[in-house]
T-cell receptor, first 112, second 112 residues
Framework: NAGVTQTPKFQVLKTGQSMTLQCAQD?????MSWYRQDPGMGLRLIHYSVGAGITDQGEVPNGYNVSRSTTEDFPLRLLSAAPSQTSVYFCASTYTANTEAFFGQGTRLTVV | GQQVMQIPQYQHVQEGEDFTTYCNSS?????IQWYKQRPGGHPVFLIQ?????EVKKQKRLTFQFGEAKKNSSLHITATQTTDVGTYFCAGDRGTSYGKLTFGQGTILTVHP
């Protein structure tokens, strides 16, 4: 049972490049979320999903895109990377609303 | 929007001293969750508080939820070097989406 798996662990992008951060969970959780973590700012919600085919914006969605075609996968796309998107990104899943969140190991992204 | 403020941002203690972090929400919460993140790691769920005035203990950790369900605290008795990390509270307003709003976190350093 792997839990929540994120790839890659580290990534360096040039400004303007696009990429997809992968997130997969094997716990059959309906709810999945993407957060970014910046020093002194805690974890901020980017996008979330309450089930396959259903996504919505969080607190800081600009510059990011998501889709949820299966229960297991919730990829995060950076459309045109900017230095302000340098951060650590965490994917999380929960079985239902209002239950504990399980986090992936994180992706450390640097945009130069 | 909902805000969750957490203080202090940093706390340095000598091993054996006690530690407390406080969390305050701008809105009434359905429940509050606490997470611990070790340096270089990902957030790991510690506990969830649901009831007004609730107090829960886990060994040396004591968690409290305020009577108005707008504030919470985590107290660690007799800290150990294994307690090092960042402690986050996360507020849930109880929507069907289960969105969490994280505090900024308290970074705990324990000097042996």
């Amino acid at each position: 049972n792997a839990g929540v798996t994120q790839t890659p662990k580290f990534q360096v992008l040039k400004t303007g490049q696009s990429m997809t951060l992968q997130c997969a969970q094997d716990m059959n959780h309906e709810y999945m979320s993407w957060y970014r973590q910046d020093p002194g700012m805690g974890l901020r919600l980017i996008h979330y999903s309450v089930g396959a085919g259903i996504t919505d914006q969080g607190e800081v969605p600009n510059g990011y895109n998501v889709s949820r075609s299966t229960t297991e996968d919730f990829p995060l796309r950076l459309l045109s990377a900017a230095p302000s998107q340098t951060s650590v990104y965490f994917c999380a899943s929960t079985y239902t609303a209002n239950t504990e969140a399980f986090f992936g190991q994180g992706t450390r992204l640097t945009v130069v | 929007g909902q805000q969750v403020m957490q203080i202090p941002q940093y706390q340095h203690v000598q091993e054996g001293e006690d530690f407390t972090t406080y969390c305050n929400s701008s809105t009434t919460l359905s429940n509050i969750q606490w997470y611990k993140q070790r340096p270089g790691g990902h957030p790991v769920f510690l506990i969830q508080l649901v009831k007004s005035g609730e107090v829960k203990k886990q060994k040396r950790l004591t968690f409290q939820f305020g009577e108005a369900k707008k504030n919470s605290s985590l107290h660690i008795t007799a800290t150990q070097t294994t307690d090092v990390g960042t402690y986050f509270c996360a507020g849930d307003r109880g929507t069907s989406y289960g969105k969490l709003t994280f505090g900024q976190g308290t970074i705990l350093t324990v000097h042996p």
